[in-house]
């Protein structure tokens, strides 16, 4: 397969790596020159382009068998969000329905999800979030979908919760620098998936995902923040992180979801094994990492 990683970053390069063990020929888009040498060192050939220009994407040679677009947003601002996920996607459909893929995968994320009363999620739950960055992405969907409706682009849309893996995971990376702090009761719920099944979800995706059609991809327990830090406290020997004043947490809870979302169809459907069903083996195998680079 000749296949494209759109935004060949954290998430794109693991994945090229694995593309490039099954075979496959893989070429990487970036922005900026910067990844070109991170990209030349696995062996993912590099294109430097912006998706948001859409002139840019006729310089890219086609076609491909597959394509990813694990694009993101690294400033995180509305207008930032339009750009890089809508235009981004709006051109990205145009440059590729004259001559489409087999298959395209695009990682949106569970903040289309507004659930603020900790019920269980699935594909087919409301997105009606309630942050602006989450409704450009109920926006950049819908393109998708729209577009896998009218045979432009056999789409799979993979729904991602929070990543983490190496040098990632906030509220870890906040505990081990001593900066966590528990918010309220420390109800709140986190959903997360490591790296590496991100990239096991979009391989799955690519090989048997159906067109037109939404999975999440998130590991097999949401867990309350306090119940996290808890399992972090006994499992590194470490004190628990103190809780955050009542107007920090009242301050922090504002937009919040709390959710509990399903990988049921993951798992089902494209008969997903997890890597790391759980963040306890997730953060077990990073703390072994951490343990072997010291
Ligand atoms: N991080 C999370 O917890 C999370 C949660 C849910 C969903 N997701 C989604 O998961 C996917 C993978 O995330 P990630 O952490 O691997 O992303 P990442 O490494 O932060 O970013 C991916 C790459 O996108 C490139 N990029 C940004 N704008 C571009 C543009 N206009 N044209 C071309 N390339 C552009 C960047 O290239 P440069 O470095 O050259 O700028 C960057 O290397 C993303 O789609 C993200 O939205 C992430």
């Not at 990844?35 to 696995?42: W, Y």
């Not at 048997?208 to 972090?232: C, K, M, T």
Request: charged content about 25%.
């Amino acid at each position: 397969m000749r296949v494209l990683i759109i935004g060949c970053g954290y998430v794109g390069i693991p994945l090229g790596i694995e593309l490039l063990r099954l075979g496959h020929e893989v070429f990487g888009v970036r922005r900026s020159f910067e990844g070109e040498s991170e990209m030349k060192a696995v062996g993912i050939q590099p294109i430097t382009t912006d998706i948001t220009n859409r002139a840019d994407l006729d310089k890219i040679p086609l076609p491909f068998d597959w394509v990813v677009n694990t694009v993101s947003s690294t400033q995180g601002g509305v207008e930032e969000y339009k750009a890089v996920y809508l235009e981004g996607t709006r051109n990205l459909i145009d440059w590729l329905s004259a001559n489409p893929p087999k298959k395209f995968v695009y990682t949106s994320s569970t903040s289309v999800y507004g659930q603020t009363d900790a019920s269980a999620v699935k594909e087919s739950s409301p997105t009606e979030p309630q942050t602006d960055t989450g409704k450009v992405l109920v926006e950049t969907e819908k393109l998708l979908l729209e577009a896998a409706q009218q045979n432009k682009l056999p789409t799979v849309i993979l729904r991602v919760a929070g990543i983490y893996g190496p040098d990632r995971g906030h509220l870890f990376k906040q505990y081990l620098r001593d900066e966590a702090t528990i918010a309220g009761k420390g109800e709140r719920l986190i959903n997360m998936i490591h790296r590496d099944d991100v990239v096991g979800a979009i391989l799955a995706a690519l090989k048997s995902g159906r067109a037109g059609e939404v999975y999440n991809a998130v590991d097999d327990e949401p867990v309350a923040q306090i119940h996290f830090f808890r399992w972090l406290s006994e499992t590194l020997g470490k004190e628990m992180p103190p809780y955050a004043t009542e107007e920090e947490s009242a301050q922090r809870k504002r937009g919040l979801t709390q959710k509990k979302v399903s990988n049921r169809r993951l798992k089902m459907e494209m008969g997903y094994q997890f890597r790391y069903p759980t963040f306890r083996q997730g953060y077990s195998a990073e703390i072994q990492r951490l343990d072997n680079v010291e």
